[in-house]
């Protein structure tokens, strides 16, 4: 068994995945074009495979529209799986229906982006924290009580705070009410769909911190979701960066922020970089115009090949496939060799 060193955090064992996804598609109807048109669907998610060891923290960057949500919604059984298959530790994930998903449920949950609409108004926060517990009838009466209350203390709430309602807490504390529902039922992945972006920055830094700790003391694996570059560095151990449905690079988070091989996750950084020298020349070499293309009628080749600098005739007729480029290091670039920028 080897070691895998998160970011910033402890050595994680790499033994078998506690999630596998494989060649995953979600595609959704969009109508027809013209009244006697043909039926065109939306490409949401279109090919995409990683794993997820347990104890680790997978996160997906993209650009809006990249499929990144849709991906986590999918993992959850939330949107439909057109293909492909999702495995959660030895469970058939894709595969189940009726009973069957929902005694899976037990084992994924999920932290949803606005913690005041994820929350119902007229329920007390204990409520809120319990009706998992509820829904799944897991335990008795007393020992549903005893749970929410340990679960209020492990996100750093007071006692108190179970008898009030969404609206007498801030956005951090409403979040930390999230985190403590989506830990009721005890799972052992947790997908965070842009958890902590509508949260200012330094309670975005707190809410982190408390999910690190509650993944090392409950041997939590996350699934996170962000398009916040800086975030994603802080918390994950490995990053997929994704574009109009499709992973273009998949990396350690160490190895992907310091040497990128594709140009759209260049791209990404240098929108991220804070202004001045770095910035300027990431700018000019990896300088992306225009919009992604339809994701009801993706172009062949490289999907990335219509905004690329580097972008030649075959790129835009032949679809670039993973490969390794390092050790644990993938993208999909035909000119992945070529292409390297400034020191980060």
């Known amino acids: ?43 949401a998610v279109d090919g995409v495979s990683f794993t997820v060891p347990r104890g680790g923290t997978f996160g997906i960057v993209g650009e809006s529209g990249s499929g990144k949500s849709t991906t986590a919604l999918a993992v959850m059984r939330l949107a439909p799986v057109s293909a492909g298959h999702i495995r959660l530790g030895d469970q058939p994930l894709s595969e189940l229906s009726g009973a069957g998903l929902r005694a ?26 319990r009706e998992p517990l509820d829904r799944l009838g897991i335990g008795t009466t007393s020992e549903r009580a005893a ?24 956005g951090g504390q409403r979040q930390r009410i999230c985190i403590a529902r989506a830990l009721a039922s005890s799972p052992s992945l947790v997908v965070c769909d842009e958890a902590v972006s509508a949260l200012d920055v330094a ?35 490995e990053v997929a960066v994704m574009y109009l449905g499709r992973i273009v690079e998949r990396a350690p988070t160490t190895s992907l ?22 910035r300027d020349e990431l700018k000019r ?29 075959r790129c835009r007729t032949e679809t670039p496939l993973e490969r390794a480029m390092s050790p644990g290091h993938y993208v999909a670039c035909h000119h992945a060799e070529k292409i390297d920028g400034p020191a980060i």
């Open 257 to 278: 922020f310091t040497r990128p091989r594709h140009p759209y996750t260049w791209s990404l950084m240098s929108a991220a970089a804070p202004a001045g020298p770095l």
């Open 1 to 43: 068994m080897t070691m895998m060193t998160a970011a910033n955090g402890p050595a994680v064992a790499r033994t078998a995945p506690l999630l596998q996804v494989d060649d995953l598609k979600v595609h959704f109807p969009a109508g027809r074009k013209g009244a006697f048109g043909p039926h065109r669907v939306v490409h």
């Open 147 to 170: 749970r929410v209350a340990s679960l209020i203390d492990a996100v750093g709430l007071p006692q108190s705070a179970g008898g009030l309602f969404p609206h007498q807490f801030s």
């Open 203 to 237: 309670i975005q830094a707190q809410i982190l911190n408390l999910l690190r700790r509650l993944q090392d003391e409950l041997g939590l694996t996350y699934v996170f979701i962000s398009h916040d570059l800086g975030v994603v560095q802080h918390i994950c151990s």
């Open 285 to 313: 070499r990896f300088l992306v115009v225009g919009e992604p293309p339809s994701p009801i009628d993706p172009p062949p080749g490289c999907r990335f090949a219509g905004r690329c600098p580097f972008a030649d005739d």
């Open 104 to 129: 899976a449920r037990r084992d994924v949950q999920m932290i949803f982006q606005d913690p005041f609409s994820s929350l119902n108004p007229r329920r007390r926060a204990a409520e809120a924290i």
